[in-house]
């Protein structure tokens, strides 16, 4: 699970943007958001920030199964 609500992003990109199947696509998550106001980032990561994606993001090493 990727953690992103894509019905959400797919209801405002293709709803409320009127984005075209082919704009909405070609657009990552985060230049998505910024288009529809909702850009989150303030300024540099901090202690928090970095904590928070190590936290939903861990290294997986090849001996723990990551391939």
Do not use: I
């Not at 959400?8 to 075209?20: K, V």
């Not at 910024?34 to 928070?52: C, K, N, Q, S």
């Amino acid at each position: 699970m990727s953690g992103l609500d894509w019905p959400g992003l797919m209801r405002a990109g293709l709803g409320e943007l009127r984005l075209t199947p082919r704009e909405f696509w070609a657009l990552t998550p985060a230049e998505l958001e910024m288009m529809l106001g909702r850009d989150r980032r303030t300024g540099a990561l901090g202690r928090a920030g970095l904590e928070e994606l190590v936290r939903r993001f861990p290294d997986v090493s090849k001996e723990t199964g990551d391939g």
